[in-house]
């Protein structure tokens, strides 16, 4: 049988059960995505490889899976792309102090208590060969990641993400997101240079790419605006064109292409509605067709049947680590900001949705062989169990609170704080 005929049929198995995944999970008040990241690791050798391994070679042929994961992969840049473009960054002016120190304790911390974890778990988890300061670094800045994309829905679907909650929590996570980036960037040079020197150019040549995307913005815009006169169409090619681009650049900077296609999403001009509407397009279509492939090809790596018994006790530490770095560190810096016990409480669960941008951060450090299997089987499951937390938290913290659910006022503050009683405003 042809790799065509294969792929033909590996590619509807894995879009459709991951669509039903989804289904299943919206279905009892969970984000589609953890139905399609947990149907991604049933297929593989977690339980269906397990189970039935004539089923899956059946429905994943091994000659498919290289050209499925290059699908996936593409996809993935995509995703990326769309993070970078949904990130509002001038929304962090407002109440930015409040912005910074809750995002600031919100990595910050993390930082920290993930730096004591690895330098623990460094001589029995990491893969042979892997230098200390990229191990710890790399561990520490997952575990300072909140998934900005994911919280985004979450709140939308809760009907939030327009109150003064949810403005300020996705001013938070995006400002996160940025920090937890840019200590990505930092890491991957980091670990794909052959000597510090190598590390410091990539670096160097990293910052001058995002000063590069930044000042050809306002061309870019003249030239995105000129194309949308001919068609969408045009756009859509010169953004996908675009990304890919920026991609090949960074990967070929010695940073991973993954950072390529974020950063030129960051870094495009804002106010275009031919842009938007081609994002649109692209989310409509790339996520839910191709970005399943990915979940797949994450979940062929992800095996927990084969974790070792003794394993299981690391994987309930860094769960606790990364649930008290975030809640402690978001809404710790939260209640120091003035707000009420409540609103902190909320800041850090919110804070602490890690979702698909986890998963895909866990995805480059064990391409990268920076962390070996068994840890991205358990950083996996801890990024799966962490997001799942949150609707169920979020609801309960919630609940009987009209005032946090409650759209802002049209004439409000973007963004404006509850303060503790007896404080000033």
């Not at 992969?73 to 930015?96: C, M, Q, T």
């Not at 600031?104 to 993930?114: D, E, I, K, Q």
């Not at 623990?120 to 900005?148: D, E, H, K, N, W």
Request: aromatic share 4%.
């Amino acid at each position: 049988m042809s790799t065509l005929s294969l792929i033909l049929v590996a590619v509807p198995t894995v879009v459709l059960a991951c669509q039903a995944g989804g289904w299943a999970a919206r279905r009892v008040g969970q984000p589609p995505v953890i139905g399609e990241i947990a149907v991604g690791i049933l297929l593989g050798p977690s339980l269906l490889g397990w189970l039935a391994p004539d089923v899956q070679r059946l429905l994943l042929p091994p000659a498919a899976l290289p050209v499925t994961s290059v699908l996936g992969n593409i996809a993935l840049l995509v995703f990326l792309f769309l993070i970078g473009l949904e990130l509002d960054l001038p929304s962090l002016r407002a109440n930015r102090r409040a912005v910074a120190s809750v995002a600031a304790g919100s990595v910050l911390l993390p930082l920290t208590l993930g730096t004591a974890l690895a330098l623990a778990m460094y001589p029995y988890l990491a893969p042979p060969g892997v230098q200390r300061p990229p191990f710890v670094l790399f561990i520490a800045a997952a575990l300072s990641i909140t998934a900005f994309p994911v919280l985004a829905r979450i709140l939308a679907d809760r009907g939030l993400a327009t109150t003064r909650l949810g403005t300020f929590a996705l001013a938070c996570a995006a400002a996160d997101d940025a920090l937890a980036w840019c200590l990505l960037i930092a890491v991957t040079s980091l670990a794909t240079a052959a000597s510090p020197l190598d590390a410091a150019t990539a670096l160097v040549l990293t910052v001058a790419l995002i000063a590069a995307l930044a000042t050809a913005r306002p061309l870019v815009k003249r030239i995105l605006e000129r194309a949308a006169r001919a068609s969408d169409d045009l756009v859509t090619v010169l953004a996908v064109a675009g990304l890919l681009l920026a991609a090949w650049t960074t990967d070929r900077i010695g940073v991973h292409p993954a950072i390529g296609a974020f950063l030129f999403g960051a870094t495009l001009p804002r106010g275009v509605l031919a842009l938007e509407r081609s994002a649109a397009r692209l989310q409509h279509v790339i996520v839910p067709v191709l970005l399943p492939l990915f979940f797949v090809d994450i979940g062929l790596r992800t095996d927990l049947a084969a974790l070792p018994a003794g394993q299981w006790g690391w994987a309930a530490l860094v769960l606790a680590v990364a649930v008290i770095g975030k809640l402690v560190g978001a809404g710790g810096a939260a209640r120091l900001a003035g707000c009420d016990w409540r609103w902190s409480a909320l800041v850090g669960t919110l804070m602490n949705c890690r979702g698909i941008t986890e998963i895909v951060v866990l995805g480059i450090g064990l391409e990268l062989g920076v962390i070996s299997a068994d840890l991205f089987t358990i950083m996996v499951l801890m990024a799966v169990v962490t997001t799942a937390a949150t609707t169920p938290l979020l609801d309960r913290l919630t609940c009987g609170a009209p005032d946090l659910t409650a759209p802002a006022p049209a004439d409000a503050p973007l963004i404006m704080l509850p303060k503790t009683p007896g404080k000033s405003r």
